[in-house]
């Protein structure tokens, strides 16, 4: 017994013994394969898509990669001692039960003793696949693993990042953002509103809670420096709490309630994507204040020397641009903010002496045409090392995870000089957590991907592999055996297919006829749509017109329905323009019955629903093979751009709180009287407006983009006459004239230039596949006359689709050369801190010296003098 219990705790882990029933997977065998034993029906192929195997290439780099001497890693090793002891715990001979795991929120570790040990008791769920499915799910988003590995832990774990929860905390971060577009910054006391503000905040600290109380216990103890995010959330949650209580209390301070501009960043700090593009934002302002600084120089300069040059020019001919310092710093300063200004400024001056241009388009053209394009270099430069540096620390987190997941799946083996595997079964096993969904024989056609010599077992580098196709990878199962119906109908399929694929050669170009038919079809519903509303025509035509535009639409119904028989839900969806196709038609079909069915439900909408049809002109252009890659690079960048957008919004939200706090009853309550100093903006008052939280918004858009954006800052600046107001909006303009959209336009040039190569390419890595499991075996070169057997039926197939993520990492150079430089510069880092540290030390020890030698001098001289 002895011995069978040590080889087993030595042998192969993840492989119970036979007869062990107990734990099983519903379809997980538990005998050992032999060879005697087919791996696979022998009818079985398996086809894999070249973005599959490209993807797990990209995975292999992982390798290469040097994750140590970080926070992630020093989070992960916390486990190591209840890993050990789970791996331990895993022999069917010590059976762990609920009593042996209870423990409270704040306990990490695992004692088992089988003195106390409670046979009676219920088992736990916990087992090494449980927590190895747990590492895998952190390997692939590039999380970080400093949670505890019991029961309580790994619940939290999943439903902290489960997509239902994760759609649950936006949904209540928006609500708690769009608060501002109902709240009133004159009212005081308990609201309706406030009520709805606390019970966001509650979620958001609930949230913080969670990841605390599931983390293990040194991460608990060093959570400042570990969940630096969690940190941020939990100060901002702190003053927002403080600042509601002292406006609940009547305190002048908390009254216009400045902390409502933190709620974009409780969502921002609680996204990882998000955050990774707004702590990128930060760090590029350290470049991007060095060449405001020098813009700031060159405006001071011009500001003198416009002082000195035209202070007498203003004087005699009564304009008050150059008449002081101030007025002559704070005209440069809106030039160079708002070109047009130059006109209005340099007029005057111009009329009385024409050289005095040449002072303004040397300044115009120092600043505007090189400083600020000096700064969209300078800050995308930034922008994207961090980012890269960032993505390279997910790579960092993902092999972390990664490593202990095999740890944990892997042999204990005596011999050290024999490579670590994980076995098919250990795999199975762990797939009932990651893939419930699997058959047996899914998973292991997805093992065999990377077990290529069907050996049943993966090493690291495959293991890594094997991950990856748990990412976004599709398993189509092909059934070998249909009946004679499905037999017809797969041919009516493979006919509309080919219908709607046929295509031609147009200078070289592919056009495909069902397409080109489309296009014409969308053309006239254009056209159908501007006649629709066409007044000059008589009603007969009118109604001609409304009866082409549901022909149009039934003809769009159709080619929707015949595109979903034609190529299956899975492929249709993934089809460019499809969904987009869906939504048209869903919403045309909306309003017309709603117009119909209801008289009085207004035309608009339905005018609404053929403006939104018009928009596939965009398939039209489609078409046309270089709009065909603008159209697809831009599909695979929206969902980043979008991140870009949210970012510079919750900047926006952040001054359109603090307009509304400071100036909006001012703005409302403009003094008739001052009405002569502010003209240009008393004309279009009723557009640039702060009473509301929407009018901020609309007003800091204006101010964003229009040419006049200073009329509104003039007009305040009468009002309040204080400096504050103009380094409000100066700050503002800047903020998002020279620091966001700059980035923006960075990563737009960057994003097209990384991803934008021919779609076709991309499709054709889809479309091409790869036999990884022949049915049948070529003959031996032994045996020439051996019988050829007919190629059997493929059953499988697995296909990629891109992430965000994916689209991102393109972006950055992750190659085995960039890895290689960026651990030699940090490892060049490291001696030269520690060379460093020597010389001090070394400097250090020649001061004592050169102190004991003075010492000796010292004593020498005192001893001879004392002798004489």
Known sequence: MDDDRGTH???????????DDSGALPWTPRSHVSEATPLLPPHLQIEVSNSVKENQDKWKHLMEIDASDNTAQQMADDNDEAIEILKFMDDKEFPRTQHDLSRSLSLSYVLYSPVTHDSKATWTEVDKYMVAAAFIEDGIHGRKIGYRIDAQALRMVRWFHSTWYQYLFNFVGIGCCALAFVETTSSS???????????????????????????????????RKREPWATLRFVLLALTFAD???YLAGISVGQPRYTRMFRPFMVIARRRNIRIVFASFLRALNDV????ALTLCVVLFFGLMGFLLFADSSVILNVPYFATLGDSLYNMLLIQSCLPVMMSVMLPYYIRSQWSALYFVVFVLFTNFFLV???????????????????????????????????????????????RTVTLDAWLAVCRYLKPTWTAEEAKVVFYSSDMNQTNEVNLTQFIQLSSVLVN??????????????????????KTRNVLLAQTTVWGYPVIYMEVFVGFLICLSVVQATQVNNYALTNSLNHTWRL????????????????????????????????????????????????????AFPVVFYDLALAIRSLRVLKVLNLIPPFHNILWTMNRIIPLIGQLFLVILSVVYVFAILAQANYGQLLARFPESLKDNASTWYIHKEEFRLDTFENCLVTLFEEATLAGWNSIMDALFVVTESPNTLVFFFTFRITISNILLPIFVGFLVESFSSNQKPAELEEVANEKTLTVVPGTMPPSSNDPGAEIMP???????????????????????????????????????????????????LAALRAQLDLLQTQTKAEDVESSSEAL
């Open 289 to 292: 204040a060095v060449i405001l």
């Open 373 to 419: 394009k000096l700064t969209i270099a300078v800050s995308y430069r930034r922008y994207k090392r961090n980012t890269e540096k960032m993505l390279y620390k997910r790579l960092q987190k993902r092999k972390i995870a990664l490593n202990k997941a095999f740890d944990l799946l892997s042999d204990d083996l005596l011999d050290d000089a024999i490579q």
């Open 473 to 494: 990878a599709t398993v189509t199962r092909r059934q070998r055996r249909q009946s004679l119906f499905i037999q017809g109908m797969k041919k009516w399929q493979n």
């Open 9 to 19: 705790l030595r042998g192969r882990r993840g492989v119970p013994e036979e007869g």
């Open 791 to 841: 190629p059997k039926r493929v059953k499988y197939k697995m296909s990629f689709q891109r992430r965000t993520s994916d689209v991102q990492s393109a972006m950055f150079d992750f190659s085995s050369n960039k890895i290689q430089v960026d651990q030699y510069e940090r490892k060049v880092k490291e001696l030269n801190l520690i060379v460093h540290a020597k010389n001090q030390e």
């Open 244 to 246: 509601i209580a002292l």
């Open 189 to 223: 006391g308990w609201t309706t509103w406030l009520l709805m503000e606390l019970v966001c905040l509650a979620g958001f600290s609930m949230d913080v809670y969670c990841l605390y109380a599931m983390s293990s216990d040194k991460t608990k103890a060093n959570f």
């Open 548 to 599: 082409v535009g549901m022909g149009l639409l039934s003809l769009f119904t159709v080619e929707i329905a015949l595109k979903l028989f034609a190529f299956g839900s899975v492929e249709f969806f993934n089809r460019p323009f499809c969904k987009f196709d869906i939504v048209v038609a869903t919403v045309g079909w909306l309003f017309y019955a709603m117009t119909s069915l209801i008289p």
